[in-house]
């Protein structure tokens, strides 16, 4: 059994990000870029129509408020592109997104046609009022945004909704980031039942399954759900051997001092190494890290969660979360969950041997936090964890902590799909 500070250093150390590779652009969204995106057009492409109306030569037109008499020559809509050239007293009707024709060089409104709608088309002619015929008027240069061969967004820059959109802009069909970190899910025991069964006497519902799901999803990182296996070495080994094929695999229950506690020697059989079983901390005493290590290709991180709900999550949030953080190649300061300092609101009683983590609500403002814990049965209690804002952490010391004592809270996390 090792100290809990100790455990969480291991899991620092065995963990290295997972190399970047091409991904596909929107699989890259809340991802960092591992190398930049370059333009492969200019922007705007060419000079584009910016309202609806006529376009027009603006030379020799006189400023103010004047009436001009054009014929128009064609009818360009988005998409629309001609290669006439308009000459003086034409114009062409033009809609918003469509390439300037040769020969002109700004847009005049459609509203500004003195003799409404009629006419407006090819072979008509139309009055245009208010001519402020000003050279680029409504008009978006070729290149305004960006140049073809420009770096539109640098490595290391996260990918929200406008920077997929440049890059798609940019013809990215792809690019270089760390992908999305693959997390394998079994849950063992012959006790486990799925979660849409009635469970008979003796059989308790998968609540693990879609709850370290969750917990993964919320990370931003992709859930392989292997579903259930019974506890029969057979069974547990085909599974495992699967769930190695991810860049984590996070096991639930099996993992204690029982009989049926096949798990580590099992791993152990497919040759993933033991980094530590058994770490002083409450709920979560059971908790089993190792690796599998391969020569050529990234290693497949290995955790034997406790069975028990509550004690399972506790342990994902202290160990599989920087596992996570860590593949996903995200900056330390995200590796772990926010911590604050809080008063407690009435008496949380520690563990003689290890430090424990017991759920509570947080009041007021940051600097004068109060931490009120939670009713809460123990290792097996999910209702108490629902309700929780976050973790009073007690160090070891068995003594009872008094309402008005300051303790450290680490804070629950419920959206952290996000980029750091
Ligand atoms: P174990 O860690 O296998 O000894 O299991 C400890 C307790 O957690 C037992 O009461 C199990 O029935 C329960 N348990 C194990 N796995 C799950 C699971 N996936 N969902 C809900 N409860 C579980
Ligand atoms: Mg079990």
Known sequence: MIDLAEAVALVERTCLPLPPRLVRLLDACGRRLAAPVF???????WDRAMMDGFAVRSAGYPPGDSIAEFDVAVDLAAGDVTTLEIAAGACARIMTGAPLPPGTDSVVPVEAAVDGTAGMHAGGRVRLRDGRFRAGQHVARQGAAF????????????????????AAEAGATHVMAVPRVRVALLSTGSELVSVDAVPAFGQTRNSNGPMLAAAVRLLGAEAIVLGIA????EAIRAMVAQGLAADVLVLSGGVSAGDLDLVPSIF?????????HKVRLKP?????FGVLRRPESPATIVFGLPGNPASSLVC????????????????????HLPRCRARLSGAAKAAADRPVYLPCRLRGPAGGREAEPLPWSGSSDLLGLA?????IALPAGGRVHEAGEEVDVVL???????IG
Not at 39 to 45: E, G, R, T
Not at 147 to 166: H, I, T, Y
Not at 320 to 329: C, D, F, K, N, T
Not at 387 to 391: E, M, N, P, Q, T
């Open 412 to 418: 629950r996390d419920t959206a952290t799909a996000v």
């Open 268 to 276: 152990a059989r497919c040759g993933v190494e033991q980094v530590f």
């Open 230 to 233: 019974a506890d029969r070495p």
């Open 387 to 391: 309700g929780a804002d976050g973790l």
């Open 316 to 335: 994902f949030e202290l160990f599989v979360r920087p596992a996570i953080a860590i593949l996903a190649g995200r900056t330390r300061d995200a590796w």
């Open 147 to 166: 140049r073809r061969g420009q770096e539109l967004l640098a490595a290391g820059m996260p990918l929200g909704a406008a920077e997929v959109g440049l």
């Open 39 to 45: 333009a492969d057009v200019d922007s705007p492409p």
């Open 284 to 288: 979560g005493k059971p908790v089993w």
